[in-house]
Nanobody
């Protein structure tokens, strides 16, 4: 059974930082591109960031560019999302996701990902 488990969410004041982790089990994802998405109440799930299977290429939504950084440690089968200068509008449930096919490009579309974590809540207060 493939599992993606996010951790590191919580409550933080505006301007603060959080680091999310996404640990994979059941199979290795070291050859798969990974993505981060978020969903606020009443809104569609939206793209946040993505990272290539080797970690050499990353992409970000305009709303988080310059504030968020994604990285990965393939030896630990774990992907990270460092979130700095957090804003109240960053409040959402954050999900990590993995593409099913190895050695493919990352995607900004949820439909491009086959495996999803359960999500972790991030709340930023003003």
């Amino acid at each position: 059974q493939v599992l993606l488990v996010e951790s590191g969410g919580g409550w933080v004041q505006a301007g603060g930082s959080l680091r999310l982790s996404c640990a994979a089990s059941g199979r290795t994802f070291s050859t798969n591109a990974m993505g981060w998405f978020r969903q606020a109440p009443g809104k569609e799930r939206e793209f946040v960031a993505a990272i290539s299977w080797g970690g050499g290429s990353t992409s970000y939504a305009d709303s988080v560019k310059g504030r968020f950084t994604t990285s990965r440690d393939n030896a630990k089968n774990t992907v990270y999302l460092q979130m700095n200068s957090l804003k109240p509008e960053d409040t959402a449930v954050y999900y990590c996701a993995a593409r099913s096919t190895p050695y493919t490009y990352s995607s900004s579309l949820p439909i491009g990902y086959a495996y999803w974590g359960q999500g972790t809540q991030v709340t930023v207060s003003s």
